[in-house]
């Protein structure tokens, strides 16, 4: 017998950019509009390119998994990121400078 319809989970609406606040992969292929890709999980990401650009993601060791994040700008060697999950299930922007050593590489 199927849940009741109250006893099913609610899922919080977020606007066209903003959904997928728990996964930062999903995210960063959201804003990037490559959902159609298989990316995996951030730690295992092989290929990855050195060079950084907007509209592109880049691929960190942080967190067990390792993190992704979307390159919202570039200036310099500033990255400007706008990223889910950096903070649990949140979307949040920072600045990371591109040699950062957590650095694993690029998604263009």
């Not at 994040?69 to 979307?91: F, M, R, W």
Request: include cysteine; glycine fraction near 8%.
């Amino acid at each position: 017998m199927p849940p009741r319809a109250s006893k099913l989970p609610q899922v919080k609406r977020y606007g066209s950019n903003e959904g997928f606040a728990c996964n930062c992969v999903l995210y960063s292929k959201l804003r990037a509009n490559r959902m159609d890709e298989s990316w995996g999980i951030p730690k295992d990401m092989k290929n990855l390119s050195s060079e950084p650009r907007i509209e592109g993601t880049v691929i960190t060791s942080e967190g067990p998994l390792g993190h992704a994040a979307h390159i919202e700008g570039i200036v310099g060697d500033t990255l400007y990121l706008k990223e889910a999950n950096y903070s649990p299930c949140q979307v949040t922007t920072r600045i990371l400078n591109r040699y950062d050593p957590r650095i694993r590489g690029f998604k263009n």
